[in-house]
């Protein structure tokens, strides 16, 4: 019985294939594209779940608030927290820190930067994280002070394939032997490291301050908690653990620290803290994903119910001659869910492949591994299951439910079929298309405006001269003695042709800056937190940056850390000049302040500009002259047609200067913009998913307006007969289309304000909602309808009458 039902189902799909066809690829597209979408929120979401203890794994962020001052939100926290948490609250089964590095790791002549992706971390971290050894063992990995932890692809690039365990890696002028060879992390793992290093050696080098130190931040520090705890209730607790530790300094210094306890989970996904891990996802970018996915999906089924409903009118007159040879209701049921079946098979089939073959392109755009988003596991099949059995029942809810209850004395009266009241049904298919152009604008209206947000971040005057500018970075740190090399070293630089100039600094625009302590008034109490920031006499001046009020450095007296008397002359930027008090920047000229012990006399207000992307406000950064060797920046402002020339004979003072360290450049426009690689990346994904959404959507439209006119072919000619133009025939056909694409704008249109409003809400520059930006979706797809349905709407108006009056 089921054969003969897929026979006559596959009967009807060859007796209309234009209607079958565009059943079919719109079901087929909407499911591709869901697919993709799902599988990329499925990647992003399984972040940290290979950790056998994930559940009771927490990081311990903090929000420090200045007196006045908004909270500051931090993803790591000071170096003494951990072992006073472990002290104080038997909850805590373990506690590890991580500290990130920079630097130069040498085997042999083998040097290699490994800036980043090198960390001290105490050996407790081995009984919290799941990380698989290949060599060694957990227990006995970190347990001398110079021991070392290394990952497999670190131990090939130094010593191939030769054994790693017991050999020696050269870091920071320390030695450290590897005692053990773990394998490289999966892609959704939000800790990523090349090598790790005892933390109880950290200690050492910093005489105890990186396990004593309740000022000094930059410790990522995470707990294992006991089975059956309640973060909730400890995190509760730790109001009273920061006043028990820093209450005095707090009071003291005009500021409050909370204690935040946030799941491993949620770090990758749903951080809200600043100076994150790198790779961390946006909350907000995937949560826009999962909505472009269910509504591309919903679009496709719309469809699927649309277009089916419309043809199963068509078939009235075949259930009344059905139900007179004896069918059951029972049997008009299966037939029908049957063809649906059928073509949601066909359509599911089409998709599988279509995803299949786009993966790859899609994985490249997201940079990331096909695996990594290949369709596996059972929650894969269980979704795929559902949406099937949903796309089958729905599409075949109407004739299977409805048709198969027809009287057949009313289907057999007209030669049409049957030509009663389907008023409801018609309500139906309009109220669906309305759904669908409503999902269809809200999807471009979210597109358009990330663009127009994209174009004005790229666009905006920075505050600062980025263009032309190649950057080479020291990641050696340069002894004292070595400041006549550096002096000769940028002299040198600048006898190359096409070098304009060359400066020296700490940090460059693009970058965070990475130093940050605290000052005040001389005459008051309340620190507040700025970003430092070493620049030599001619970095103001390269990078065409405004002073406001006050002067550049001019020979001034470099920072010494050994001299605590020295009185340090420093700028301040706009931003610092406000938090600090001064009530306008020329008042902050000539002012001291206090750094810890230090005095610094203010001689010069900078003009706020971009140090990082627009989707940060402006910190407060105070600028101080620093020694060249304690700079690893050289900024060459470059005018040349030969680039790769320049860069080669650059390398070559490089190497003649420092032969120890490697060389190391970037063009800074291109540094900076990586700063929007997520964002471009972002953007292009939702203009190809809304160019999907379109395309679904308007196969719809296609489909009902070649069901609309084939109605009314008899009404079509009658009206030519009796003088009607093409033009007012042409309209005839498509106002009623065009009201409802209206309709769906009305509901559409405040949906995506709002969207694009709270979007907005994340960048700390950002455009204006104007209802320009609102409108362009709704004229897009407006313009996109009319032409869709002009096609048939011209055909039929131009057809002969007198073939259109013998249809009937």
């Not at 290949?134 to 191939?160: C, E, M, R, W």
Request: glycine residues 8%.
């Amino acid at each position: 019985m089921f054969k003969n039902y897929l026979k006559t189902a596959w009967r009807n799909l060859m007796k209309n294939k234009t209607f079958s066809a565009i059943i079919v690829m719109g079901l087929a597209i909407g499911i591709a594209a869901f697919l993709m979408i799902a599988n990329y929120l499925r990647f992003e979401y399984s972040f940290d779940d290979f950790h056998a203890k994930k559940d009771r794994i927490f990081r311990l962020p903090m929000i420090v608030t200045e007196k006045g001052g908004e909270p500051q939100t931090f993803a790591f926290t000071y170096p003494a927290v951990a072992p006073a948490i472990k002290k104080d609250f038997p909850e805590v089964s373990e506690v590890v820190r991580f500290r990130k590095r920079w630097g130069i790791v040498q085997h042999g002549d083998e040097k290699i930067n490994e800036s980043g992706f090198i960390y001290f971390a105490d050996p407790s971290v081995f009984r919290i994280f799941s990380f698989e050894f290949q060599k060694g063992a957990p227990a006995q990995a970190l347990t001398h002070l110079n021991d070392a932890v290394i990952s497999q692809s670190t131990a090939t690039k130094y010593f191939g394939n030769s054994e790693a365990l017991g050999k020696t890696l050269r870091f920071d002028n320390e030695d450290y032997v590897v005692t053990g060879v773990v394998k490289d992390f999966p892609a959704n793992s939000h800790l990523q490291f090349h090598i790790l290093l005892n933390f109880n050696k950290y200690i050492q080098l910093t005489n105890g301050n990186a396990n004593t130190s309740w000022g000094w931040s930059d410790f990522y520090t995470y707990v294992l908690l006991k089975e059956g705890t309640d973060a909730n209730a400890l995190e509760a607790k730790l109001p009273a653990f920061a006043e028990k530790y820093m209450g005095g300094r707090m009071k003291e210094d005009g500021f409050s620290v909370t204690f935040k306890v946030q799941p491993l989970k949620d770090i990758h996904t749903r951080s809200v803290y600043n100076y994150e891990l790198e790779g961390s996802g946006n909350l907000y970018y995937l949560k826009y994903l999962g909505i472009a996915a269910l509504l591309i999906l919903l679009i496709s089924l719309i469809n699927h119910v649309n277009l089916s409903t419309a043809h199963s009118l068509e078939r009235s007159r075949e259930v009344g001659v059905r139900k007179v040879m004896g069918a059951t209701k029972l049997q008009l049921v299966r037939q029908f869910l049957a063809e649906s079946f059928l073509v949601n098979l066909l359509g599911m089939g089409i998709g599988f492949l279509l995803y299949s073959l786009v993966l790859p392109k899609f994985a490249q755009l997201i940079s990331r591994n096909i695996a990594d988003l290949e369709a596996t596991g059972a929650w894969f099949w269980v979704a795929a299951v559902t949406v099937f059995m949903v796309s089958t029942l729905l599409a075949g809810f109407y004739p299977a439910f409805v048709l198969s209850s027809f009287q057949p004395v009313k289907t057999l009266k007209s030669a049409a079929g049957f030509s009663g009241n389907n008023k409801g049904s018609n309500y139906l298919r309009k109220a669906l298309v309305v759904l669908q152009f409503t999902a269809a604008i809200i999807l471009t209206g979210g597109a358009i405006g990330f663009y127009q947000q994209l174009r004005f971040m790229s666009s905006r005057d920075l505050g600062v001269n980025i263009r032309q500018t190649l950057v080479l970075e020291q990641t050696v740190n340069q002894p004292t003695g070595a400041m006549s090399t550096v002096e000769s070293f940028v002299n040198d630089l600048g006898k190359i042709p096409g070098v304009r100039t060359v400066s020296e600094s700490t940090d460059v625009p693009g970058n965070e800056v990475g130093s940050s302590t605290g000052f005040r008034r001389i005459n008051s109490n309340d620190n507040k937190s700025c970003r430092t920031f070493g620049i030599d006499e001619k970095f103001i001046p390269d990078y065409g940056i405004t002073m406001v009020a006050g002067r550049n450095f001019d020979k001034d007296q470099p920072f010494n850390e050994a001299d605590s008397l020295q009185v340090l002359n420093v700028i301040i930027n706009e931003t610092a000049s406000r938090i600090l008090g001064f009530g306008s920047p020329d008042e902050a000229i000539g002012k001291m302040l206090m750094q810890a012990e230090r005095t610094c006399k203010v001689v010069g207000v900078m003009f706020d500009y971009h140090q990082q992307s627009l989707q940060y406000s402006f910190d407060p950064i105070i600028y101080y002259p620093a020694r060249h060797t304690d700079m690893g920046m050289y900024s060459l402002k470059v005018e040349t047609a030969d680039v790769p020339g320049l860069v080669a004979r650059t390398k070559d003072v490089w190497n003649k200067r420092f032969p120890g360290s490697p060389f190391q450049y970037f063009f800074l426009d291109d540094h900076f913009d990586r700063q929007y690689k997520n964002d471009q990346v972002f953007s292009s994904v939702l203009w190809w998913f809304t160019v999907l959404s379109i395309v679904i959507a308007g196969l719809g439209l296609f489909g009902l307006s070649l069901y609309s006119v084939a109605k009314r072919t008899r009404e079509i000619g009658v009206r030519k007969v009796l003088g009607a133009t093409v033009t007012q025939i042409f309209l005839l056909i498509t106002r009623d289309y065009l009201k409802l694409v209206l309709y769906a704008g009305l509901v559409a249109i405040p949906v995506a304000a709002w969207l694009l409003t709270s979007w907005m809400e994340d960048y700390a520059f950002h455009i204006d909602i104007s209802p320009g930006i609102l409108l362009y979706p709704l004229v897009l797809i407006l313009l996109i309808a009319v032409v869709t349905v002009a096609y048939q709407s011209v055909k039929a108006a131009l057809a002969n009458p007198v073939n259109s009056l013998r249809t009937e």
